[in-house]
């Protein structure tokens, strides 16, 4: 039964996503056709588990695998070159999550790695419903329809395959994929392939029959060729040494991808900077209130915001600051390493993922700020004092969970005195 429950998935929730992606279009509807894909080859290696047994090995589970990988590969892909795509929120959230297919290589509880893929894109999707909740009901719905996706894989896993990917056929194995045999072994090119060895067994008892006599062949050893008595036999032949050869490391630089090139541009209402390297001095000017900036890629460069815009976000950054005026949304760090952020006038909502190292100082109009951080670390605040110093404050890392009764789990922060 676990196929046709299988296909109640793909024919319900995937279904309405599918629909609502096309509606949406663009690279929404694009995406979505890739997910439909990998969903679809991942209905065939279940039908094909439950006709036939297991693998003998893994590299044979892996390659009855690999359609399904493939298709994960460009959906992710396709989110990686859409970066300036005003759906990016929607293909991240799939993206993220879209691993959750990963489910039938997890032993030996492979449901709650799905719960833990649906999850992985929330940060994602709550942005869409964010950033779409008052403008086209449309897009809340595509999340709900692909949550509820998630969710019904993962219910359908614990109950089909709550220990691991079941192989339920009795007959035979996985079959291997159409195509050409693999040619044959090339035997030896023998003139003759029987060989007589009666001649040589008789020979050899010939010689053992001679007792005594069967040493008398044997060559005797002087004493110029006892190494203890010749110290000239003790030095053998020079070490091998390896020369010199560049080939692999030549081919290893060759492999590094070169540094692309840096860009500063503005398509529509989005000011796109990538690639910056050891650049202070990079301003955004005669920006609009709807307008947003969006920095990726950065290395040891500072932007500077000059008015009040919509929002700025920091992707994949390093050791580098944004100073800006004033935002309408919020101003987002995703994948950044040791960075900087400095507000004059009023941010509402700081958000912070997957970053490490993370410089935030307000100003005295941005004490109401929300900060929402989620999988950082080394975040601290810095609060201005009326002598225009600093309080410096850190974000809360760990946290302590108890069982409250009926209220259920109860989360409080824990301060790390260290």
């Not at 509606?23 to 997910?35: F, P, S, W």
């Not at 994960?72 to 799939?94: E, G, Q």
């Not at 700025?312 to 950044?336: H, P």
Request: charged share 20%; glycine share 6%.
């Amino acid at each position: 039964m676990s196929v046709p429950a299988y296909q109640d998935i793909l024919a319900g929730p995937l279904a309405t996503y599918c629909e609502l992606s096309k509606k949406i279009g663009g690279d929404v509807a694009t995406h979505a056709q890739l997910v439909a894909q990998a969903f679809h080859s991942q209905l065939e290696f279940l039908e094909l588990a439950s006709r036939s047994k297991a693998p003998a090995n893994q590299n044979e589970t892996m390659r009855l695998l690999q359609p399904t990988a493939d298709k994960i590969t460009a959906i992710c892909s396709l989110r990686d070159k859409n970066r300036a795509s005003p759906y990016f929120n929607h293909l991240s959230a799939i993206s993220e999550s879209i691993p959750a297919l990963g489910w039938v290589n997890v032993t030996p509880a492979p449901s709650p790695y799905v719960k833990e893929m649906n999850d992985a894109g929330q940060f994602y999707t709550n942005r869409v419903l964010k950033d779409w909740k008052e403008k086209d009901k449309t897009h809340v719905e595509w999340v709900r329809s692909w949550v509820e996706t998630l969710v019904q894989l993962q219910q359908y896993v614990k109950q089909y395959h709550t220990t691991g990917l079941v192989w339920s056929g009795k007959n035979g194995i996985a079959p291997a994929p159409p195509g050409p045999p693999p040619p044959p072994m090339a035997l030896p090119a023998f003139t003759d392939l029987t060989i007589d060895n009666s001649k040589d067994r008789s020979a050899l008892f010939a010689e053992i029959n001679q007792g005594e006599k069967i040493t008398s062949s044997l060559k005797k050893v002087t004493s110029n060729m006892q190494t203890h008595k010749n110290p000239s036999l003790r030095s053998g032949p020079a070490p091998f040494k390896a020369t010199p050869n560049n080939t692999q490391v030549n081919n290893f630089k060759s492999s590094v991808p070169a540094e692309k090139p840096p860009v500063f541009k503005r398509e529509g209402k989005k000011w796109i900077i990538e690639y910056q390297k050891n650049n202070p001095s990079l301003v955004v000017e005669g920006a609009e209130m709807n307008n947003v900036v969006y920095m990726f890629g950065c290395v040891n460069s500072t932007l500077t915001v000059k008015g009040k815009i919509n929002s700025v976000v920091l992707d994949s950054c390093k050791k580098s600051s944004v100073v800006f005026d004033t935002l309408v949304s919020s101003a987002e760090f995703i994948n950044c390493q040791s960075v900087q952020m400095q507000v004059l006038g009023k941010v509402p909502t700081i958000s912070i993922d997957k970053t490490d190292g993370c410089q935030m100082y307000l100003s005295k109009d941005s004490l109401d700020v929300v900060i929402v951080s989620s999988k950082s670390s080394e975040m601290n605040v810095l609060v201005p004092k009326p002598n225009g110093d600093y309080s410096e404050y850190p974000v809360p890392e760990q946290f302590r969970t108890t069982i409250s009764g009926s209220k259920g789990l109860v989360t409080e922060a824990v301060e790390n005195k260290g």
